[in-house]
């Protein structure tokens, strides 16, 4: 059965009877399927979707990123990878099924698979914990990334996630501290890393898996710091302003693109990834590889400055350093003192004489 959101009910009863008109069975018993009727109402849905869709505010694109159908981390790894061997644990306290990592072929290419995974029914739902991950899932990622640097093995994650779990467990276990060593962790690899948000990139449980070289977006996808409803309630105090929050927060992929902080946005089917999921497969497959290709002529240590220098040109404008190249620390330097700076430098002893003469005119004048 299929699910719709509240914005697509017309679609809805148009689908509805189209089902009906290609249902060559009646009450009346067998009767012809009328072709020209069934073309006509398919093209009236083409319509409305284009219509609808070329048209989404930034709530209602978050709808669809939350979409029950939209396919998962899961769909993609079993249809994108061959010889995928899954890997669990942490090696300190258990496994966390909220996401899937493992070794696989893409392309003949061996390559390291990590995908947070929200599940598809109510039990792998639960069982996922709906695609949050707790501290023992980020220790988990951060140990097979570094053995995937370890053989130079590039890795691809798919991001799909509201947030970390922040649950009492989780924070007891050091949940910030996981996210952060994640983080860490992604910056110092010398490998190759692809991150494609493929739903919901929420908070500090996406970033942790998205300090990537190349982020990617499926064109429907969110990107944020919170949750429109979190955002509304912290700001208006009011959950129902969710509209105001998502358009405030420009977590859409073309406001991030324009942003720079994504760097590339995967086409969708018209009316969203899950409406067919052989050409959002094909799609994706076509900008992995794509991504992969990019980086085969660059060696660890320019994989490394380059994603050095994208984070830090993200969000660096006047007042802070343009390039990574010479930059030891991550320390803000206005551009302003180091002008002031170097100018007393140079007229340091017209300053000091200066100073000293204002300083016996005062005194004069007082005597």
């Known amino acids: 059965m299929k699910n719709y959101l509240n914005f697509e009910l017309d679609i809805k009863d148009l689908e509805n009877e189209l089902e009906g008109l290609k249902d060559p069975y009646n009450q009346d018993g067998l009767s012809e399927v009328d072709t020209s009727k069934i073309s006509k109402l398919q093209s009236e849905i083409d319509q409305k979707l284009q219509k609808i869709y070329s048209n989404l505010n930034p709530w209602q694109k978050t709808l669809v990123a939350r979409h029950e159908d939209r396919p998962k981390s899961k769909f993609f790894i079993e249809n994108l990878f061959d ?9 300190y306290y258990s496994e966390d099924k909220s996401v899937m990592t493992g070794f696989a072929k893409f392309n003949k290419h061996s390559v390291l698979v990590i995908g947070q995974e929200k599940g598809d029914d109510l039990d792998s739902r639960i069982e996922r914990n709906f695609g949050m991950m707790r501290p023992e899932g980020y220790r988990k990622t951060i140990r097979l990334m570094k053995l995937a640097d370890k053989f130079n093995i590039p890795i691809i994650i798919f991001v799909d996630t509201p947030g970390a779990y922040p649950g009492v467990g989780a924070e007891e276990r050091g ?9 860490e962790c992604s910056m110092e690899l010398k490998v190759p890393t692809i991150s494609i948000i493929i739903g919901e990139g929420g908070s500090g449980g996406a970033i942790a898996l998205a300090s990537s070289n190349k982020v990617i977006m499926l064109e ?18 009011d959950p129902k302003k969710t509209l105001e929050a ?21 086409p969708e089917p018209l009316g969203g990834a899950h409406r067919d999921k052989n050409l959002i497969l094909e799609n994706v497959r076509n900008s992995i590889e794509r ?20 984070f830090l040109s993200i969000g660096r ?19 302003l003192v180091n002008d002031l700076l170097n100018k007393y430098k140079k007229y340091k002893k017209y300053i000091i004489g200066g100073g000293i003469l204002i300083v016996a005119i005062l005194g004069i004048l007082i005597i």
């Open 83 to 91: 010889e995928f061997i899954p890997l669990s644990g942490d090696r």
């Open 175 to 183: 949940q910030a501290e996981a996210i952060a060593k994640s983080i």
């Open 220 to 237: 429907n996808a969110i990107y944020s710091v919170i949750s429109p409803e979190g955002c509304a309630t912290i700001l208006w105090r």
């Open 246 to 266: 998502a358009t405030a927060m420009k977590l859409s992929a073309n406001d991030l693109l324009n942003l720079k902080i994504i760097d590339e946005i995967i």
């Open 291 to 310: 991504s992969i290709n990019d980086f085969n002529s660059l060696t660890r240590e320019e994989v490394y400055n380059k994603r050095k220098e994208k």
């Open 317 to 335: 404008t006047k007042g802070f350093v343009t390039s990574s190249s010479t930059q030891e620390s991550l320390s803000l330097q206005t551009n």
